[in-house]
């Protein structure tokens, strides 16, 4: 018989393995989606905006549809369990902040235990939402193309610079 994977199943595929992070960013996902009642972005009409890079951030990416390549997804590094979510449909932005408690709550469990625990556990206990006002960072927006007059090769025109008056890539300019 051929079941269908769940959601979370699907995020330990494309994060590589089970782990409390991406536990974590399971559950700070779906209650972002279910807070602004945003389904997984096909475009860019939701935005994330991470304060750390761990494990988590790959759960984020997976079931937001929020991605570094869109330009909807962006990382701040504060070091911090704060995920920001931003819904162009909707204007409204939620700050979730995951909770001391739990960490405190897979104190002397093992790995599994401890996932178990972030994914069972009740929104309320391990997550802070709060509505925030955000200006939602512009859409991205496609660049014309230039050459490099140094090593030929293409570069985005906001990202060329000019050297001795020509223009060259960034890694030219730099030499
Ligand atoms: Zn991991
Ligand atoms: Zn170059």
Not at 55 to 69: R, Y
Not at 83 to 92: C, D, T
Not at 124 to 150: G, W
Request: proline letters at 3%; glycine letters at 6%.
């Amino acid at each position: 018989m051929c079941m269908e994977k769940t959601d979370w199943e699907k995020c330990v595929d494309f994060h590589g393995h089970s782990c409390p992070g991406l536990a974590i960013g399971y559950r700070v996902s779906l209650a972002a989606l279910d807070n602004l009642d945003e389904m997984r972005s096909g475009d860019e009409e939701l935005v994330a905006i991470v304060e750390n890079d761990a494990c988590s951030v790959d759960a984020v990416m997976f079931l937001t549809g929020c991605t570094f390549g869109k330009g909807n997804f962006i990382y701040r590094d504060h070091g911090k369990q704060v995920y920001i979510f931003g819904s162009r449909n909707s204007n409204k932005a939620l700050r979730l902040a995951v909770k001391d408690k739990v960490s405190e709550a897979q104190e002397g469990l093992d790995w599994e235990a401890r996932i178990n625990t972030i994914l069972e556990m009740p929104e309320n206990d391990l997550l802070e939402i709060k509505e925030i006002d955000m200006e939602l960072p512009p859409r991205a927006s496609l660049y014309n193309s230039v050459k490099c007059a140094e090593c030929g090769e293409t570069v985005m025109e906001a990202r060329a610079r000019v050297k001795e008056g020509k223009i060259v890539c960034i890694p030219c300019a730099c030499k």
